[in-house]
């Protein structure tokens, strides 16, 4: 039964990541077709709006970009950190348990 959740759980990641990826990609696209766009008009011109929707959503990548560097930092720092702790706090001593406990 565990198998079947992990394997939706799966799919459902890979779905969303290609949808993303897709999304990504039509925003890139768009916004190169139309970069040459000079709205005449005031208000309401649905390029204009596509291209903001798209712009936000290239921006929105360059942010999760930065977050994912800034969390893989962190990631690794404290790992690092546990490793020296183990290391430092794991020194052999010469005495051992049973030395102690003999009377």
Do not use: W
């Amino acid at each position: 039964m565990e198998a079947s959740n992990s394997k939706k759980v799966r799919a459902l990641i890979l779905a969303v990541a290609v949808v993303f990826a897709l999304s990504v990609f039509l925003s890139l696209d768009f916004t190169a077709k139309n970069l040459d766009h000079h709205c005449s008009c005031s208000g309401g011109c649905s390029v204009c709006f596509v291209l903001q929707i798209t712009d936000e959503i290239i921006s929105g990548v360059k942010k999760a970009t930065k977050i994912r560097a800034v969390f893989s930092a962190i990631a690794i720092s404290v790992v690092f950190v546990k490793i020296v702790k183990q290391y430092l706090f794991s020194v052999a001593t010469p005495v051992q348990l049973g030395d102690v406990l003999t009377i």
